[in-house]
């Protein structure tokens, strides 16, 4: 876990250096727990965290600035402005004439284009009026834009090797997943030089091989991948209407849809989900902010001692006697300025009715979202596949369960995002021929299944949805 910085408030930044260094850190220690040695190691898969992104300058490779986090929101401004302009709506009318006009799906992303501070284009906007040496270098051709897997890969080979994969590139915003390409126009809009981008490869792909000095020996680099699309990968959801639903520090929706991209719509966001030769397999995505930040929060607090105690807090009452949280902690685009709370304290609230606010707060907003899924994305969906640390809590699995009348699968690695990178790389290189030799390996160990109506939950979540409407204006 690489230290995360804050120079100021709402900005969220992690020292490159830090992260390199800990990354091969992990790796030797992983191949030394594992009782290998590196001559032994066949190839490597980066996973890594979407939308956290850097520039550098291409002849020296000296960072212009820290990586900014995709959490960071020194873009909320701009998000706000450009989300209300003019311009924008011109765009939206321009693009859904097109569409009606042509029946081209690729116009129909512009028809909905929104930004929000998740997303890299804003801050990368940013970055070209604020960081002159930037800036300048971008003018002379010499600036470098890269993603924490593009940063990796120019690491590990010394300079030699600049790019990234359709899976990270297609997280930006930036990247124009119908036609796989750098979004001219938006860039345009922006002010960001279309000089700045790395190629784009595919994601099961031998990218080159790690210079000999890191780690004794060159090792082939046989995938790159971002973390939710390799938690998919790793889940073996390889089919239309397969459901990954990932609960870490944020909480993610995925839902394999084939050949077909559908287009932004309200809390959805259409993805690449790998590209393994010829087969481009594209998802579409929603997500939640602030599920494992609110949990750790509530640890640092001291409402409990050990996550692992907190489902059973939860189920040692009947319900929360009206206590609802307020989730904030970690902001999203939509809202920027909101902060976390609770509402409905009173002198008989002990911690389980916090605890259990907290978790049932998880357990709204994935039904919320599932709605909005099962609305919107016109695929039979299957069975959900869930991972991440939060996908341990029996409490949030289970009323998830419930409210959404789905069954639940929870593998006994929920790791799944290092499990997809080992997968995608492992194709590449050859140690597997098929993707049906990889759904052989995977291990279930719970499944969820639907106790309760979710209707016995209207009540306390008809009071949570009260209090999530009146907060904003508190």
Not at 84 to 101: D, Q
Not at 305 to 313: F, S, W
Not at 393 to 415: C, R, W
């Amino acid at each position: 876990q690489v230290e995360t910085l804050y120079p100021r408030p709402g900005w969220v930044e992690l020292d490159p250096e830090v992260l390199w260094s800990q990354f091969i850190s992990v790796i030797k220690e992983a191949v030394q727990a594992a009782g290998l040695h590196m001559r032994q190691i066949a190839g490597l898969g980066i996973s890594t965290q979407r939308g956290t992104f850097i520039t550098w300058h291409k002849r020296t490779g000296k960072p212009f600035h820290n990586f900014i986090s995709w959490q960071d929101l020194r873009s909320a401004e701009l998000v706000n402005s450009w989300n209300k302009s003019l311009l924008l709506k011109v765009i939206h009318v321009i693009f859904t004439v097109l569409h009606f006009l042509t029946g081209n799906d690729r116009y129909l992303a512009p028809s909905f284009l929104t930004f929000s501070t998740h997303q890299t284009s804003l801050k990368l906007s940013w970055v070209f009026k604020n960081v002159h040496e930037a800036e300048e270098a971008a003018k002379k051709n010499s600036c470098c834009f890269g993603t924490v897997d593009t940063w990796l890969l120019y690491r590990l080979t010394k300079g030699s090797v600049y790019a990234t994969d359709f899976s990270n590139a297609s997280s930006t915003g930036i990247f124009e997943p119908f036609t796989k390409c750098w979004n001219p126009t938006l860039c345009n809009l922006l002010s960001i030089p279309m000089s700045i981008y790395p190629p784009v490869k595919d994601t099961s792909f031998n990218f080159g091989s790690t210079d000999s000095e890191i780690f004794g020996v060159p090792i082939p680099i046989m995938a790159v991948v971002a973390d939710q699309q390799s938690a998919m990968f790793g889940e073996c959801c390889f089919h239309p209407g397969d459901v990954k639903l990932t609960m870490g520090t944020g909480g993610f929706w995925n839902v394999n849809t084939g050949e077909h991209l559908f287009a932004s719509q309200r809390s959805l966001y259409p993805l690449i989900g790998w590209k393994i030769g010829e087969e481009v397999v594209y998802l579409t995505e929603g997500s939640i902010s602030d599920i494992g930040t609110a949990i750790k929060w509530a640890q640092d607090i001291e409402l409990f001692t050990n996550v692992d105690e907190t489902a059973e807090m939860a189920q040692s009452i009947a319900d929360s006697r009206g206590v609802c949280f307020i989730p904030g902690l970690q902001v999203s685009g939509d809202a920027p300025y909101l902060c976390a709370s609770f509402t409905g304290l009173k002198p008989s609230t002990n911690r389980n009715h916090l605890v259990r606010a907290i978790l049932e707060s998880v357990a709204f907003r994935n039904k919320l979202l599932y709605d909005i899924i099962l609305k919107k994305v016109h695929i039979p969906l299957r069975t959900v596949r869930a991972d991440g640390g939060v996908s341990n809590n029996s409490f949030v699995m289970q009323m998830t369960s419930d409210l959404i009348n789905k069954k639940i699968e929870k593998p006994a690695n929920v790791d799944m995002s290092s499990l997809g990178a080992a997968f995608l790389a492992g194709l590449a290189s050859g140690f597997w021929t098929d993707k049906e030799q990889l759904k052989k390996l995977r291990q279930i160990e719970a499944v969820f299944e639907p106790q309760k109506d979710s209707e016995e939950y209207r009540p306390a979540m008809d009071a949570w949805l009260q209090a999530m409407k009146h907060s904003p204006h508190w």
